[in-house]
Structure formats: C-alpha cells, structure tokens
C-alpha cells in the first residue's frame, strides 16, 4: 500500500494544485489589468495639458493656503486641467488676493507667459467665505474662454 495513494489523497494534491494554478492566472491577469488601468491614467493625464497656478494672498485675513483649498474642492478645477503650484517661477497662472476697502477684496489672474490679466473681480466678505468667492469666479471666468 506505500506504493499506492489513496483516492482521498489524490483528489487532496490534485485540487491543492489547481488552487495553485488558478491563483497564479488569477494574480497575473490582476496584475495585467492594474498595468493596463495605469498606462490608461498615466495616458490621460498627459493628454490634458495641464496649467499651474500660483495663488498669492497680500490679504491679512484670507492666506492663499485656503484659497487653493477651495479652488481644489471645485469640479471645474480638474476640468480645466489645473493643478497647484507653491513654486512662483514654475506657475502658468498667477492668481493674486488683495484686500481694498473694509468687506472687499479684489482678485486678478495673469498669465505668466505674456503677462495679460485673463480674470479678475472683486468680491464682499458679507455672505460667504472670500476664498470661495474668489475660486468660484476664478475658475467660472476661465472655463467661458479665457485662455
């Protein structure tokens, strides 16, 4: 009987084997679609050109910190192909904050290559949050064409 396995252990090897074999496909399909899934994002990413922007704040009350968080918050941010830079020199957009008179505060966006304002306003503390004003219009003002 040392030469002769039992059924029962036969069918034990054999079914151990093929879950082997089976995770082994499954693992390496799974790593085939994470590769696939990566080379689409990475793919997409640099087909969309993307602008930096460079938000400063000359405001006491308002630091640039919190208007990147709302411009971040915003759909149209991504949509727009932006993203956040803390680095001045390297920024496509520069967006500036300056506080004028008592509730207003007064916003400009320049492009940094031919130095032209492409947004600007002024906005009112009263009623909201300055920085989501600020971002709002911002982003509003870029997505109806400017460049």
Same mark, same amino acid.
């Given at each position: 009987?040392?030469?002769?396995?039992?059924?029962?252990?036969?069918?034990?090897?054999?079914?151990?084997?093929?879950?082997?074999?089976?995770?082994?496909?499954?693992?390496?399909?799974?790593?085939?679609?994470?590769?696939?899934?990566?080379?689409?994002?990475?793919?997409?990413?640099?087909?969309?050109?993307?602008?930096?922007?460079? !938000?400063? #704040?000359?405001?006491?009350? *308002?630091?640039?910190? %919190?208007?990147?968080?709302? &411009?971040?918050?915003? /759909?149209?941010?991504?949509?727009?192909?932006?993203?956040?830079?803390?680095?001045?020199?390297?920024?496509?957009?520069?967006?500036?904050?300056?506080?004028?008179?008592?509730?207003?505060?007064?916003?400009?966006?320049?492009?940094?290559?031919?130095?032209?304002?492409?947004?600007?306003?002024? !906005?009112? #503390?009263?009623?909201?949050? *300055?920085?989501?004003? %600020?971002?709002?219009?911002? &982003?509003?003002?870029? /997505?109806?064409?400017?460049?």
């Amino acid at each position: 009987m040392g030469r002769w396995i039992s059924i029962r252990a036969r069918m034990s090897l054999l079914a151990a084997g093929l879950l082997l074999v089976t995770a082994g496909f499954d693992a390496s399909a799974n790593g085939q679609a994470q590769d696939v899934a990566l080379r689409t994002t990475t793919t997409n990413r640099s087909a969309a050109p993307q602008r930096r922007v460079f !938000v400063r #704040s000359e405001a006491l009350l *308002v630091r640039a910190a %919190v208007v990147e968080d709302k &411009l971040m918050k915003r /759909a149209e941010f991504n949509q727009l192909g932006l993203v956040l830079t803390r680095n001045e020199a390297d920024a496509d957009i520069i967006l500036e904050l300056r506080h004028d008179v008592l509730t207003k505060y007064v916003y400009s966006a320049v492009d940094t290559r031919t130095q032209t304002v492409i947004a600007g306003g002024k !906005v009112s #503390s009263l009623g909201g949050t *300055v920085a989501g004003k %600020v971002a709002k219009r911002f &982003l509003k003002q870029l /997505a109806q064409g400017h460049p």
